[in-house]
């Protein structure tokens, strides 16, 4: 007999295959639908049964050497070969399965599978697509639930079933089970509703009067777990907690949980109370091995998390977890995004938080005991309160988007590029100051704020480190016991923001240049010129920019052409097809645009002009603009912002470089004598007529920046540093 099946799949083998009803979920619905008897002579130790014949009692896989001789034996048996195709396994161990047709009990889901996908509408999904794709295509193809396992430990079914007319009993309370049972009771409530004690109940049939005893069959763990909110809150013995909790706010679980937790909590959910028993359901990924595959012990690719708790402790591990990537995605775990997590955001914000205590311990200041009203402070103070509280705005709506790692991603941001980067760098001198002026006093309060504010933020993700700084800034009992902050619209800023990012944007531009043209970031140059579009927005900011850019000037220049040269051309992906045999025409155009022209287009202007008898509409996109420096100037630019710098260099800017850079070496020799930042020192180096030179017209800034007392020459030191391409020997003593 052929039958169709759904299974069987024509790209392998014959297209045929051999259906054993009683032995398969497949073979099984074929049977089924076709009426096939359910033959199943193999008991549940996998040996053969009585129907099985001269094979009763042997394990199934152990005969098939026998069947088939007998097979052979009686002429049945038209080939003997072995073929390598998919079949069941252990999850655990690889053996493979067998399956068995067995007498279960279920739950009727087709029956309120309707009910069960209006509810999926009623809840929000982090993705959403967790719920309205995967989960609601899961529920859509439910069959009835198996809820019925033969095991020992378990929750026992409570159904007495009539061995005589098969009349079922199913208790629905401790209540109605002690008033039907004929046996006296020895134990109390909580010991009755378990195995042994519940076996023992006698019960007599409502329809023959036979004794009854209840059916041996435990409950499905997924009922467990489908009931877990509920039993947690003593329901239905206590009310009140569960009128209270009950529907959940929140759960979490991976993507496996579609087809197991997520779905048993609403079965279970939608036949109880009628309805889905969660408000919120945020679904996350599996935690990979650094090549995207799956952890096994097998393999061998197991990350033990003990030890990398250990090693980096949990808030380090927690905070890079969350800044790889959104938490319902799989996570590659590589311990070197760690140590990167450590360098780029742990080093810094504990850096950020030690500058400030030790100037702060330093001058003794206690930042609470005075204020300072923001409208009173610099202009970059201003700047920095409107980001923090941009930053408090954006991490909100990240934490209720369950979005984290847009959290960490842009809590980490703004400690290393805002905070450390860029204010605290550049106020460097205010902590420095002798007197405790306004300005002084601002830029301790604002650091002090914010980093406050900061431990607040990143608490709820670092316990640990989170309250290490806050206790210490504070002296407050905990962080935890603190309000979250909350975002100040009205110190939001955008005019500040905008124009100090325009200026931070030019800064990195300038800086690539810098990179370009191999010129050190200490060597001063002689100019920086910008685009005179930006001088009204940025005017007052320049000194800013010099220090930053290491430059003795800024202009500002309406025509820039006159310091680059342009070289125009079609952009052919998209003038090809709107050209077509006229591209050569536009070519031979577009070669005549001075900077006037492409900056009239760049702005989102258009140019009409006839083109071999046609009229034809040019905008900037169609426009492949090359730009190349002059000779002794080098540019960049990124959108409409443009720098170019004069990188020509006289021997007063190369003195000024090597003295510069004598400096950084002296610091450099200061911290790893272990000096305290206030030590006086005198500086000594060997003779060399460059550095001599540069020593002798810059003595003044040398000895002011590095504390210096004196600067001598001597012959017999040792430790040799390479200075703009000059060797020479130096070392510094203490006073």
Known sequence: TILPGDHVELGEGTGFVHTAPGHGPDDFEVGKAYDLPIFCPVDESGNFTDDAGKYAGEFCKAANDEIMADLQDSGLMYRNETIEHRYGVCWRCKTPIIYLATKQWFLKVTDIKQKMLDEIDKVEWVPQWAGQGRFRDWVD???????????????????????????????????????EALNDIS??????????????????????????????????????????????????????KFNQWFPYDFITEGHDQTRGWFYSQLGAGVISMGQVPYKKVLMHGFVLDEHGKKMSKSTGNVVDPIKELEEFGADIVRWYMLSVSPVWTPLRFDEDGIKEVISKFFSTLRNTYNF???????????????????????????????????????????????????????ISEFVSEDLSNWYIRRNR????????????????????????????????????????????????????LAKFPKCDDKLIDEKIEEKMDLVRDLISLGRNVREEAKIKVRQPISEA??????????????????????????????????????????????????????????????????????????????????????EITITYDMLDVRITSKEGFNSTHEGNNFIVLNTTLNKDLINEGIARELISKIQQLRKNKDFNIVDRINIYYSHNDEIEEAIEEYRDMIMKDTLAEQIDERNDLTEEFNINGIEVKLDVARR
């Open 429 to 480: 001198r205010r902590f420095w100051a002798h007197d405790l002026d306004t300005s002084k006093k601002a830029v301790y309060k604002t650091t002090y704020d914010v980093l406050v504010g900061l431990t607040k933020l990143i608490a709820p993700v670092v316990p640990f480190i989170s309250e290490e700084i806050y206790t210490a800034l504070t002296s407050k009992e905990s962080v935890h």
């Open 187 to 240: 134990v109390d409530d909580d010991e009755l509703v378990h195995r042994p004690y519940v076996d023992e109940i006698v019960m007599k049939c409502d329809k023959c009067g036979s004794e009854v005893k209840r059916i041996p069959d435990v409950l499905d763990v997924w009922i467990d777990s489908g009931v877990a909110g509920w039993a947690s809150l003593y329901y239905p013995q206590q009310q009140d």
């Open 141 to 179: 193809n439910a069959k009835d639930w198996t809820i019925s396992r033969q095991r020992y430990w378990g929750i026992p079914i409570p159904i007495w079933e009539c061995p005589d007319c098969g009349e079922l009993k199913v208790i629905g309370s401790v209540e109605e089970l002690k008033n």
């Open 529 to 614: 010129i910008l685009d005179g579009k930006n001088k009204n927005i940025i005017g007052d900011l320049t000194e800013l920019i010099k220090e930053e850019l290491n430059v003795k000037e800024i202009k500002f220049a309406d025509d820039l052409s006159i310091y680059m040269n342009y070289e125009v051309k079609p952009n052919f992906k998209v003038c090809g097809p709107l050209l077509g045999s006229s591209i050569k025409s536009f070519q031979g155009y577009v070669k005549n645009f001075n900077y006037g022209d492409i900056k009239n287009l760049e702005e989102g202007n258009e140019v009409k002009i006839n083109l071999d008898g046609k």
């Open 356 to 410: 400030f205590a030790i100037y702060a311990e330093a001058d003794k200041i206690d930042p609470t005991e005075f204020n300072i009203p923001i409208s009173e402070r610099p202009e970059i103070d201003k700047w920095l309160i409107s980001k923090y509280n941009r930053l408090v705005k954006n991490v909100l709506d990240g934490f209720n988007k369950y979005d984290l790692n847009q959290v960490v991603r842009l």
